[in-house]
C-alpha cells in the first residue's frame, strides 16, 4: 500500500501523501477493516520509527498493535502505571493495557511501561511483547458503537516476562532516563495522526456522496453557478458540508507532505486530525439529519458512517488534545505551562 510507484516518484509524492490518498479511498469502504489488515498497526510505526536494526530483523514482519491507555492513563501518557523491571535476562512487566486496537489479531503487541515512576516521563519505555509470553494475558474484547470490524481488547500483564533485548530503541536510550525515547515513539503520531485523519476524509466523502445521491432522486440540484441568494437550505448545507470536507483534505495532505519532505509538522499533524475528526463527526451527523429515515435506517450505511466517525476524533489522541498540542506549538509553551 506505501511503496512509491515510478509515477508518484516522478510528480514528488512521498510514501505519507500517498499513504494518506490510500486510506481515504480505502475507508470510504470501511474503517473497520483498514484497521484489520495485517501489519498496519500503531505498534509497527512505533517499531519502524525507533527498532534497531536487530530488532527489525526480528519484529519487522510482524504485526504489531500499540498499547498506550490504562484504565487511569489515556490523554496523559506520561501517567502510565505498568511497570517493567529487569531481572537477569528478562524483562517483568505488569499492568493493564485498555481499549488496544486489533488486540486479538495482532502477533506482538508495544507495551508502554515506565522503569522508574520517579523519573515521569524519562523512565517510560516501549518494549515489544510476543503474544505466548508468559504472563500475557488477552482479557476481553468490547463491544463497541463503530469499526466493529476491527478487534479492541484488554491485556493484563501479571509477571508478564520477556527478553531482555524486547526494549525498543538505541542502547543510549534504554538506559537513559531522559525524555529521549518517549519522544521518540510520541513522534511516530506525527507520522500517522495524519493518516487516522484520512480515514476521518474516507468516512465524510462516503456519506456526502451519498447524501448527494438521494437528495438529487427527490429533486435537490447541485448547480455551482447558482447565486447564494437563490439556494435552497439543503444545498447550502450540502456546499458547507464539501467546503469542511476539502478543508480537513488540505491540511491532511500538508501534515503528510511535511512528513515526506522531512519539516517538523507536529502542529500540522494534529491540526489535520482535530479537524477530519470534527468534520467527519459533523458531516455524518448532518448526512442522517438530510436524509431522514434513510439516514436511521440500518438498510443503508449512513447511520453506520455516523457510528464509524466518531472514533477518528478519539483514538491517536482526542480533539481536544490535539487543540492543546496545537496551542502549546503556536504560543510555543511546554506541556508543563500548558496543560
Ligand atoms: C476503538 C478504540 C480503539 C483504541 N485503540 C487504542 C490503541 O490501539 N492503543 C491505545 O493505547 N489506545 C487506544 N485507544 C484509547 C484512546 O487512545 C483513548 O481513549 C484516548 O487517548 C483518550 O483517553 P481516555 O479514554 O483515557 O480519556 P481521558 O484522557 O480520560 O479523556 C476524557 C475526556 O477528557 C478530555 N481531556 C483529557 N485531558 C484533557 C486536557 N488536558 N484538556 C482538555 N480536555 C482533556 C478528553 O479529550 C476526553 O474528551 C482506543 C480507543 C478506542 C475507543
Known sequence: MTRPSTRAKKEGLGKNLQTVIAIEELCWGDTGLLLSWPGQGLGNAAIDAVATEEQLERFGDKWAAMAITEPEAGSDTASITTTAELDGEEWVLNGEKIFVTAAERSEAVVVWATIDKEAGRGGIKSFVVEKGSPGFKLDHLEKKLGIRASDTGTFVLNNCRIPKDNILGSSEVKKSKTTAGFKGVMKTFDNTRPHVAAQGLGIARAALEFTKEKLEEVGAEFDYRKSPNNIKSREKDYYLMEANLEAARLLTW??????????????????????????????????????????????????????????IDIFEGTGQIQHLIVARQFLGLSSKELK
Open 254 to 311: 500538508r501534515a503528510a507532505w511535511m512528513a515526506d519532505n522531512g519539516k517538523r509538522n507536529s502542529m500540522e499533524a494534529s491540526m489535520a486530525k482535530a479537524k477530519a475528526g470534527r468534520a467527519g463527526t459533523l458531516l455524518t451527523q448532518k448526512c442522517c439529519d438530510l436524509l431522514g429515515p434513510v439516514g436511521f435506517s440500518c438498510r443503508d450505511l449512513a447511520e453506520k458512517w455516523m457510528r464509524d466517525a466518531k472514533i
